[in-house]
């Protein structure tokens, strides 16, 4: 049955890598051969036409745990007037997750340069407890060469497969997905600005990551504001100046029409062209960045803002199984390095972070007049800002 309603994409589920399913299994991007899916049920929730057509397509997948073969796909279905369908790698295209993509269906028959954009999101239904349904969302522009696109990793199987977990019940998996067609954007007539309230960085060659880290540094409001209390003169060149420089770009980035160099940035850490060419180490960059700034704000209103805003604390914890021994250290931090891979989300991250890691053998602890001993280790990050709201004031730059 076919039920009329809406179906908008407003889910917030973080996103792991995504590829092209090809890209880790074959290296040519031919349409693949449609396979056989008995005791399968396809249904499909459309809203009335209007722009931008979205529909929700729910997928049963009977007998799952059973299916012998690689790949499969879902019937086809229409949004936007383009065909569709869900392709998913029951045990995994080359890992040890479930492999989710949405395809375009009639790849093959399209004629040459064809292209079309969207935004989608995928899920497995949690049947037991809904809220727990794994959902992930993202957006692509669909063509010859990128033809599907999705998540790698979408799931482990392990949870997948655990039938206390909810995800398969009475062996029957169900698979949503929920796709919104939206216009080609024509990136040459494009107006940031009127669509959205912002504008973007340029890229010099490869500086995508130094635009993102400026990007965030920039939607903090004190960060911005801190920058801008940086005391400059006449005599500076933006280009000799990282300061002056900093700040002139997100002055531009606040009040720009079009997209913003960052060159003279770029210039005031040293760098040449060569280096706008060669990937850098995002994290070195940041704290390289914030050392500068940090020793430019010496002596002025905005001392100590960069520890402010993102020094937190962390508790090293060691304590010995076989004696009564206990050591604690703590260290100061600006940032932290998180696992991401098998983790649903920044929480998970955390709580493996500072999960409790028993080490033995060649690992054992010097635990004074002790000697060497096993013992568990907890690392423990407690973070904290003072609030730079009450130094400024409280308007927003």
Not at 50 to 62: C, L, M, N, Q, V
């Amino acid at each position: 049955m076919t039920v009329m309603m809406p179906a908008p994409i407003d889910h917030q589920e973080d996103e792991e890598v995504l590829v092209p399913h090809a890209d880790l299994s074959e290296n040519n991007h031919q349409p693949m051969e449609v396979v056989a899916q008995p005791e399968t049920a396809n249904t499909v929730e459309s809203q009335a036409v209007e722009d931008p057509p979205s529909s929700r397509f729910t997928w049963r997948i009977d007998n799952f745990s059973r299916l012998n073969t690689k790949k499969l796909y879902s019937d086809t279905f229409v949004v936007g007037g383009y065909k569709w369908r869900v392709l998913i790698f029951p045990k995994g295209n080359n890992v040890d997750y479930l492999s989710m993509y949405l395809d375009v269906a009639d790849s093959a028959s399209l004629p040459y340069g064809w292209s079309r954009y969207a935004q989608f999101s995928l899920a497995v239904v949690n049947q037991i407890h809904n809220k727990y349904s794994v959902r992930k969302d993202t957006q692509h522009q669909f063509n010859a060469r990128e033809s599907d696109w999705g998540f790698t990793s979408f799931m482990p199987l392990g949870e997948l497969y655990d039938p206390s977990r909810g995800y398969l019940v009475n062996d029957t998996l169900m698979v949503e997905a929920e796709v919104l067609v939206r216009r080609i954007v024509d990136y040459w007539t494009y107006d940031s600005k009127k669509e959205t309230g912002y504008v973007g960085l340029k890229n010099q060659g490869a500086t995508c990551y130094m635009n993102s880290l400026l990007q965030t540094l920039y939607h903090i409001p004190y960060f911005r504001k801190a920058v801008y209390h940086m005391p400059t003169t006449e005599n500076d060149m933006p280009s000799g100046s990282i300061p002056l420089a900093l700040q002139s770009l997100f002055y531009k980035l606040q009040y720009s029409d079009t997209s913003v160099a960052t060159k003279e940035l770029t210039k005031s850490f040293g760098w040449d062209t060569y280096d706008s060419f060669m990937q850098h180490d995002v994290q070195e960059l940041n704290r390289v960045l914030c050392e500068k700034l940090e020793d430019k704000m010496k002596g002025t209103v905005v001392e100590g803002t960069i520890q402010k805003l993102f020094e937190g604390h962390h508790m090293n914890y060691i304590e010995c199984i076989n004696v009564d021994y206990k050591s604690t250290r703590k260290e100061s931090f600006y940032d932290l390095q998180l696992d991401v891979k098998g983790c649903r989300d920044v929480y998970a991250s955390f709580d493996k972070y500072v999960e409790v890691e028993r080490l033995e053998g060649d690992n054992k602890y010097h635990a004074e007049q002790y000697g060497l001993q096993m013992y568990t280790l907890l690392d423990m990050a407690i973070g904290w800002v003072e609030n730079p709201h009450k130094r400024w004031g409280g308007d927003n730059v």
